[in-house]
């Protein structure tokens, strides 16, 4: 919740601009992602948050030119990383991207690691991917990134299997063949959702860490809103394929905008005070292909209005560097009708 | 939604294959499966009677002693002797090493082209309809049928034999290799290669293919059986190793003629075709049992 707050001189380092992911299956297409913009710098920790199916991953992966085409593309806007943009780059430069530039972490551990290699040799395959060293001086690398992830006699372990590792340790295995290049981002998509709450910690704590120490920006992609809470300086969340709230995350939690974030923030459990009741927001999300028209949240709205279903969506900036896609804010009103 | 749980085909992985060279569990589990170890026994038996065994033999294979035309078996020839005197524990020893030659060279042709086609099918989308096509159009002829053509048409020898008996079988084990390569591809250590920056041939070679291995070793087990059995047939039928040289198959057909007086011609080298197969059957079972996951519960 520091560094970037104010660099909006600077040239971000990745910038989205209106990004469009449409999956197309037997004549019919399906919007998956529609408008998304934002930006990245250099040192940011930016929390995406939202429900699964709400375009997260897919907004992820098109930063890494890694949409499972020819069915899922991007099929408009564009993700500028240094200027570049990665949704028309071709092969040879994407895989320059990937790993030097931009690297990714994923769910679950488990199978994430290949089974068949010691962690070791898969650490030193990805660096000689993008460095021309040698095998020993690689290895040596593998052992040190292993050491920087905190785990614990990092030589002997370099050895093992991935099945002699804990999920929490080849969650760190993971993070340290993504930071094996010293990439400028790190994606990591919902990294801690298959692990236990004391090693979701230890694993935040590090990618934290590591982005103070490396100065690269993290986008930290989950539906845990505790742990945007404690490591995000700006936050997006998202719904149904759109960006409704963009904030910074201490006025984000301090006064939500947006109904939806309002629901969210209403079904965790505080911890400070005593509640009866958890507010679940009703109904469950509509899935792609079947979004209704205008805001996209208003049939489960506990505030919506009619013109709600013809409002053409747009986040409007109500407070610098907070902004909702609602109809609310239109002229000025807040979501706290409490 | 790209990351849908892959949690449930992780038991999918034939991964343990390499813990088999490793510090041992894998060996001692296989070795408490009666069917491999039975498997196991009569495969090496049989390796020792190709290397050894013809070294107790006074005999050459294809030494003719006239006098002792179609002796019966006994203490001097322990599996009796043929229509020209010939040993016939000398040929069944020596065609023992034809046997396992022709099996271990179309398991070793069949295994790296049906793996590399299989996981190309498997991983390569675009290429998929085209391979495995083709490798139904080879599969729609029954396996014998395919290689008696082709010996017919390239002419008996023993490469021949091995490339017909490894174009009959290369589809088959190109089919059970993609279907693995298949979930390998959505296991997430293949993105993440990718998102490592890693090239399609190297996520091919280095992650998708070590991890379709456990299934090719049992497969490839079987296909030394119907090798072995395919060779006899295709000598029998005259299709395969011409004449002088001792083999199973043209073994059987040379007694037939003397099955009444001689039985003990075609006999042994039956009985030998049937112990190979079924040797190499147990042991692909056992080994089935132990790198297979879904039968593991059961065992």
Not at chain 1, 97 to 113: C, E, H, K, T
Not at chain 1, 195 to 223: F, P, Y
Not at chain 1, 281 to 288: F, H, K, R, T
Request: charge should be negative; proline fraction near 6%.
């Amino acid at each position: 919740m520091s560094a970037a707050a104010s660099t909006e001189t600077v040239a971000p380092l990745l910038s989205v601009e209106h990004l469009r992911i449409v999956a197309a299956a037997r004549r019919r297409e399906d919007l998956l992602v529609e408008d998304v913009s934002f930006a990245v710098h250099a040192g940011e920790f930016l929390g995406i948050v939202g429900e699964s199916g709400c375009g997260k991953s897919m907004t992820a992966l098109s930063m890494l030119g890694l949409l499972p085409g020819p069915n899922v593309r991007a099929s408009g806007g564009r993700v500028l990383f240094d200027g570049q943009d990665i949704l028309t780059m071709g092969g040879s430069s994407l895989r320059h991207l990937r790993g030097n530039d931009v690297a990714m972490i994923f769910q679950d551990p488990m199978s994430s690691l290949n089974p068949v290699q010691t962690i070791g040799e898969q650490i030193v395959e990805t660096i000689l991917l993008h460095e021309k060293i040698g095998r020993e001086r690689a290895w040596a690398r593998a052992v040190e990134l292993l050491a920087e992830v905190n785990i614990p006699a990092a030589a002997q372990r370099a050895r093992d299997y991935p099945h002699q590792l804990s999920g929490g340790m080849r969650q760190r295995v993971m993070i340290a063949m993504a930071i094996a290049c010293k990439p400028r981002l790190l994606i990591a998509d919902e990294p801690t959702t298959a692990l236990d709450v004391t090693i979701q910690a230890q694993i935040l704590e590090l990618l934290d860490r590591l982005r103070r120490e490396r100065g690269m920006a993290v986008i930290l992609i989950t539906h845990d809103l505790g742990v945007i809470a404690e490591y995000a300086d700006r936050v997006l969340v998202m719904y149904s394929g759109r960006i409704v709230e963009r904030a910074e995350v201490a006025s984000l939690f301090a006064q939500p905008l947006h109904p939806y974030t309002h629901g969210l923030l209403g079904s965790v459990p505080p911890l400070e005070e005593e509640v009866d009741e958890l507010v679940a927001i009703e109904g469950q999300p509509p899935s792609p292909g079947a979004w209704p028209s205008g805001c996209r949240f208003q049939p489960r709205c506990p505030q919506s209005r009619p013109e709600c279903a013809s409002w053409s969506v747009r986040l409007i900036e109500s407070e610098p560097d907070h902004a909702a896609a609602c109809i609310l804010h239109e002229h000025g009103e807040t979501s706290h009708a409490d | 939604m790209t990351n849908i749980s892959t949690t449930d085909h992780t038991d999918l992985q034939p991964a343990p294959w390499l813990a088999l060279f490793g510090e041992g569990a894998m060996s001692r589990r296989l070795f408490r499966s009666p069917t491999f170890a039975v498997g196991f026994s009569i495969v090496a038996l049989l390796v020792l009677a190709a290397t050894i065994g013809v070294w107790f033999s006074p005999y050459q294979p294809n030494s003719m002693d006239l006098t002792a035309r179609l002796a019966a078996p006994g203490p001097q020839h322990w599996f009796g002797t043929d229509n020209f005197g010939r040993d016939i524990f000398t040929r069944v020893a020596v065609g023992s090493q034809m046997s396992l030659l022709v099996g271990l060279l179309v398991v070793v042709i069949t295994g790296i082209g049906g793996a590399l086609l299989g996981a190309l099918a498997g991983y390569v989308r675009a290429l998929d309809n085209i391979i495995m096509r083709v490798m139904d159009a080879f599969m729609a002829f029954p396996a014998m049928l395919l290689a008696i053509a082709i010996t017919a048409a390239l002419g008996p020898s023993l490469m021949n034999v091995v490339v017909a008996l490894a174009v009959s079988y290369i589809p088959r084990t190109a089919r059970i290799v993609r279907g693995t390569a298949l979930v390998v591809r959505e296991q997430q250590y293949v993105e993440a290669a990718l998102v490592a920056g890693a090239h399609t041939r190297r996520v091919l070679l280095v992650h998708v293919l070590p991890n379709c291995l456990g299934s090719l070793i049992v497969q490839l087990t079987f296909v030394f059986a119907y090798a072995v059995l395919a060779e006899a047939t295709l000598s029998y039928l005259g299709v395969g190793l011409p004449p002088p040289a001792p083999t199973w198959g043209n073994g059987i057909a040379s007694g037939r003629e003397y099955i009444v007086e001689a039985w003990w011609m075609s006999l042994f080298p039956g009985l030998a075709i049937t112990f190979a197969v079924l040797g190499f059957n147990l042991l692909g079972d056992g080994l089935r049992d132990v790198l297979d996951p879904h039968l593991r519960a059961e065992t």
